[in-house]
């Protein structure tokens, strides 16, 4: 059973793997993480396929009974209706997600996603029982003009958060722009300063109890390598993987990260 931060490793696959494709990585990661008798109350493990993969993803894990979660990348801020291309939350739901992602940065930059959509996009995924995962971050010009570096993320907080009230369950990625798939990793104590003031703002926000129940995930160049130091830190409750996602053997190890020497 998953239970108030618990740590939770996700898989964000971007625009990668097909449905067979996505059946076949599924399969083996479960066939792994069973070998090494992985603790799935430990650590919660979920995967962000694309949209066309979420049903593969789904009878694969209904049919094997596998206790992976899984989530869709994205969703439409709109309930139904003339919106063309766009994946409602409810249809998601209707294919067994846990999760939505928000405000990944590759849609605010890429599709100009402003805080606004953010906002109605985190409301549309409540309404249909997704968890929202709202991403927030820095760009390197962003950190570099500020005298804080948490101040961008805790503005993108709160605005994606107008409208949740306390005991509301969500989850933070802090991804600084400057560090997605880039292999430039911000350092372990970067990290810790950023989500321990997303921790103060979700306080100031929320309450203090909500803040204390809230898992802050971060991500940006998450590697097995890297994991161990990263989750050392008390405000960091996960990671947020992209491209070591889409290796087994990756991430497979970063879900592991207790078995690592020394973490
Ligand atoms: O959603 C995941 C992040 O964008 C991190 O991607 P990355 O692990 O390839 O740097």
């Not at 097909?18 to 792994?32: E, G, P, R």
Request: glycine residues 8%; contains cysteine.
């Amino acid at each position: 059973m998953v239970t108030a931060r618990t740590p939770l490793m996700a898989g964000n696959w971007k625009m990668n793997f097909n449905h067979l494709q996505s059946i076949a990585f599924v399969q083996k990661l479960a066939w792994t993480l069973k070998d090494v008798q992985h603790d799935f109350e430990q650590v919660e493990v979920a995967v962000f396929p694309p949209f066309t993969d979420i049903r593969s993803v789904q009878t694969i894990i209904q049919a094997d009974k596998l206790e992976l979660e899984y989530g869709a990348q994205d969703l439409s801020q709109h309930d139904s209706g003339a919106y063309t291309g766009d994946i409602s939350g409810e249809f998601i739901r209707t294919l067994g997600a846990r999760y939505a992602l928000v405000g990944h940065s590759e849609r605010r930059t890429i599709h100009g996603e402003d805080d606004e959509i953010c906002r109605a996009k985190v409301n549309a995924a409540l309404r249909h029982e997704l968890v929202p995962v709202l991403c927030v971050g820095e760009s390197l010009e962003e950190r570099e003009a500020s005298a804080n570096p948490a101040d961008v993320s805790i503005k993108q907080l709160k605005a994606g958060l107008a409208d949740v009230t306390p005991g509301t369950e969500i989850v933070i990625a802090y991804e600084p722009v400057w560090a997605i798939g880039t292999g430039q990793v911000a350092t372990a104590e970067q990290a810790q300063e950023v989500c321990a003031a997303l921790r103060g703002a979700l306080a100031e926000q929320l309450g203090e109890e909500t803040a204390a129940a809230t898992r802050i995930l971060y991500g940006g160049s998450v590697k097995p390598g890297n994991v161990a130091s990263i989750m050392r830190e008390p405000d960091i409750d996960g990671a947020l993987i992209g491209g070591a996602s889409l290796s087994i053997e990756d991430f497979s190890s970063i879900i592991r990260y207790r078995s690592h020497v020394g973490a």
